[in-house]
């Protein structure tokens, strides 16, 4: 993408303002474009600008981006207690979209890669996700679904007192409750079966990927690391137990692509609930058969199992306390509620509060 090629020491201008902003380092790099460190000379400080790429699809998003995020800021947090990214100032510099935000650290991704992929202590765990559930509380209030939770939206802030913090960035992809328009949103590993069913959405796929950025955050590596959407729900069966409701998946648009239905109940068929379902997941020679060519699966980072298991006896853990057996245990509880098939069941994040 020729269009954009920031270097450093570029200068970008906001010519209603003049102010400048001096590049000193890349951040970060997408299929948006680019987010860059900047001096920016007259309050003395960093900022991270995102330079969106100059097509009108990016550009609109990136305006979605300004409006929710300045909403988010100015309405929902005045006084930056949330855990959200503030939005600093934005402008166009040569047909690029230029967004303005205060700068932080590394991502939760950089920040477990560092720790060669073993998570986190619970500790952290814990005060990581009440920050991130507290950001989700106000978009839940405001009723901005950010459509794109993961590892790599989530930056730490830099430290204040020595305490350890984080914040929730990159509305680039958030739209307003009942006012969704994209049916294709969220990342692979942390997409919602209701996105992956192609249902109807709502602030509750937020809470399915905070869930998998828990578990990820103490276990180090992703929960569902699928090579494929057949491959994240197959493992999302296999590791909660259970199915999407059958009410879900008989409305759901893209059923079929990953279920077989049954005029009967599937004899033996666990399903949510402890019900049976007249749907069961379609093996991988069934999905072979159909398209004739074998599914994608992804490698396994860790050996298949179920939930609590994991938690329990992830190798790097060694849990010899019996106070930290008690944390585990509510920490698969915890995951369950988040984890849950059924959007209407699933946590929200005010009953979590
Ligand atoms: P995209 O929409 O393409 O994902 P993001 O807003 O998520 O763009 O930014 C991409 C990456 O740039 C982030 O994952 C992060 O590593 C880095 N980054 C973004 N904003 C900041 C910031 N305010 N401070 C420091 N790094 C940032
Ligand atoms: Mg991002």
Redesign the pocket.
């Known amino acids: 993408n020729s269009d954009l090629i920031l270097y450093v020491n570029l200068e970008l201008v906001n010519k209603k303002s003049d102010r400048r902003y001096i590049v000193e380092e890349m951040?970060?790099q997408?299929?948006?474009?680019q987010?860059a460190?900047c001096w920016d000379a007259e309050t003395n400080s960093y900022v991270?600008v995102?330079v969106i790429k100059n097509q009108p699809a990016f550009y609109q998003q990136a305006i979605m981006e300004v409006s929710l995020l300045s909403m988010l800021n100015d309405k929902f947090d005045p006084d930056d207690q949330h855990h959200i990214?503030r939005m600093l100032d934005f402008f166009p510099w040569k047909n690029h979209l230029c967004i303005t935000?205060?700068?932080?650290?590394?991502?939760l991704y950089?920040l477990l890669k560092k720790n060669n992929l073993r998570g986190l202590q619970l500790q952290f765990v814990r005060t990581f996700s009440r920050q991130i559930l507290d950001a989700l509380i106000v978009m839940k209030g405001a009723g901005i679904i950010h459509c794109?939770l993961k590892p790599?939206?989530i930056?730490i802030t830099p430290k204040v007192n020595s305490a350890a913090g984080v914040k929730v960035?990159?509305f680039?992809?958030a739209c307003m409750e009942g006012k969704t328009i994209y049916s294709y949103i969220q990342s692979r590993y942390y997409r919602s079966p209701e996105v992956l069913l192609g249902y109807p959405y709502t602030t509750a796929i937020d809470m399915w990927s905070f869930g998998c950025i828990v578990a990820e955050l103490y276990i180090g590596l992703p929960l569902f690391p699928g090579a494929s959407e057949y491959d994240v729900l197959s493992r999302m069966i296999e590791m909660v137990g259970g199915q999407p409701p059958d009410d879900l998946l008989r409305e759901a648009k893209n059923t079929r692509k990953f279920f077989k239905h049954a005029g009967s109940i599937y004899p033996g068929n666990e399903a949510h609930d402890g019900l049976r379902s007249s749907y069961r997941i379609l093996t991988e020679d069934e999905v072979e058969a159909r398209d004739s060519k074998k599914p994608k699966i992804g490698k396994w980072y860790f050996p298949r199992g179920r939930l609590d298991r994991l938690i329990f006896s992830y190798p790097w853990k060694n849990l010899n306390e019996e106070a930290e057996k008690e944390d585990c245990l509510a920490l698969v509880d915890f995951l369950r509620g988040l984890v849950e098939f059924d959007p209407n069941k699933r946590w929200s994040p005010l009953q979590l509060h």
């Open positions: 951040l970060g997408g299929t948006f474009g987010v460190k991270a995102k990214v935000f205060e700068m932080l650290g590394h991502n950089e794109d790599e939206n930056l960035i990159d680039g992809s």
